[in-house]
C-alpha cells in the first residue's frame, strides 16, 4: 500500500522560506521519480516540479528559480525548498510517485493529506 505523509508547511510572510517534507512507504522508492503538486484554494493542481529516480529534477515556470526539489533515497523521502514565497505560492502541497502522464492527475489515486503553504503580509 503507498502511504505518502507531508509536512512542513505553514503561514509565512512574502520572501520567507519553508522546507516540505515527504515521507513515502508502500513501494521502492528508489526506483520511481516522484513529483511535487500544489493546489491553490479554489483551483486545479499544478505541476511544481520532478526528480527522477536519479536526482534529475525540473521545475514549473512559475517556480524556476525559487523550488528546489531533491530527495534522500536511504530515507525513503523528497523534499521541496522553497524560497521568496509569493502569495501565489498560497496552496495545499502534494508529493507523489511520478507516473509520467503529463499534467494530467487523474491516474493518481494515493493522495497523502498535503501540506498548507500560507504566504500572507
Known amino acids: 500500500e503507498v502511504q505518502l505523509v507531508e509536512s512542513g508547511g505553514g503561514m509565512v510572510q512574502p520572501g520567507g522560506s519553508l522546507r516540505l517534507s515527504c515521507a513515502a512507504s508502500g513501494f521502492t522508492f528508489s526506483s520511481y521519480d516522484m513529483i511535487w503538486v500544489r493546489q491553490p484554494p479554489g483551483k486545479a493542481r499544478e505541476l511544481v516540479a520532478t526528480?527522477?529516480?536519479?536526482?534529475?529534477?525540473n521545475y514549473g515556470d512559475s517556480v524556476k528559480g525559487r523550488f528546489t526539489i531533491s530527495r534522500d533515497n536511504a530515507k525513503n523521502m523528497v523534499y521541496l525548498q522553497i524560497d521568496n514565497l509569493k502569495p501565489e505560492d498560497t496552496a495545499v502541497y502534494y508529493c507523489?510517485?511520478?507516473?509520467?502522464?503529463?499534467?494530467?492527475?487523474?491516474?493518481?489515486?494515493?493522495w497523502g493529506q498535503g501540506t498548507q503553504v500560507t504566504v500572507s503580509s
Open positions: 526528480i527522477t529516480s536519479g536526482g534529475v529534477t
Open positions: 507523489n510517485r511520478n507516473l509520467h502522464e503529463g499534467l494530467v492527475f487523474a491516474p493518481y489515486h494515493d
